[in-house]
């Protein structure tokens, strides 16, 4: 699978856009990225993932780029309780195994 | 539907003690994982299943046996445990990849374990 790069942490003020970007520069044909999240303590909560397209559902949006060597995630209106450790992941299914690597993730502030 | 469950939420061993660690989840869901995660990272898998009857190895599969005798449910056992297992136990669900794109996995509370 791909590694992803993403940045340790981030600020957002709240009611604004936060804006989550994440590497992949590695990523193949066949992988899709996925974003997740874990608020403290609690087990991760998926977001969104996507192939080549933008994606978009009621938590968030994904911006894939063209070369699909990049991408980000945008959450339209950032509130308290979207503070939490967001993880970009890059898989595809094989019968060699699930080896997800989730890394370590942003962690991301949003002030009030 | 409750979703994925964790027996135990904490628990606290001696070097050497065993222990199982019990997922179930509702869903009726052919993937099940487990994670742990440590300090400052991401989750590592440990072990994983297809499907009932089916485990395989992730990550960081030593130290650790799993069984998936029911479909609902995944036990995670240590036999011996050591230090180095102490950590946050995680256990996971998710459609098969036939059913869904894989990728939605619904996540258990966690299991919060210490071994002195």
């Known amino acids: 699978d791909a590694k992803t790069t993403q940045p340790t942490s981030m600020d957002c003020a709240e009611g604004r856009a936060a804006n989550l970007p994440c590497n992949h520069s590695?990523?193949?044909?066949?992988?899709?990225v996925y974003w997740y999240r874990q608020i403290h303590s609690q087990g991760p909560q998926y977001i969104i993932h996507?192939?080549?397209n933008n994606e978009t559902n009621e938590m968030a949006s994904l911006i894939i780029t063209e070369d699909r060597k990049s991408s980000t995630l945008i959450l339209p209106h950032a509130t308290l309780r979207d503070t939490a450790v967001y993880y970009c992941?890059?898989?595809?299914?094989?019968?060699?195994?699930?080896?997800?690597?989730f890394g370590a993730g942003t962690r991301l502030f949003v002030k009030a | 539907n409750a979703g994925v469950t964790q027996t135990p939420k904490f628990r606290v061993l001696k070097t050497g003690q065993s222990m199982t660690l019990l997922c179930a989840q509702d869903?009726?869901?052919?993937?099940m994982y487990w994670y742990r995660q440590d300090p400052g990272m991401g989750l590592r898998l440990i072990h994983y299943?297809?499907?009932?009857?089916?485990?395989a190895k992730g990550e960081v599969p030593d130290g650790y046996n799993v069984s998936r005798l029911k479909k609902q449910n995944f036990l995670l056992g240590l036999e011996s445990a050591a230090p180095s297992q102490t950590s946050v136990y995680f256990c996971?669900?998710?459609?098969?990849?036939?059913?869904?794109?894989?990728?939605?996995?619904?996540f258990g509370p966690g299991t919060r374990l210490t071994v002195t």
């Open positions: 996971a669900s998710s459609y098969s990849f036939e059913e869904r794109e894989w990728g939605e996995q619904y």
């Open positions: 590695t990523i193949s044909g066949n992988e899709y």
């Open positions: 996507g192939l080549k």
């Open positions: 992941i890059v898989r595809a299914y094989n019968t060699g195994g699930f080896k997800t690597i």
């Open positions: 869903m009726n869901h052919e993937y």
């Open positions: 299943s297809v499907g009932e009857g089916t485990t």
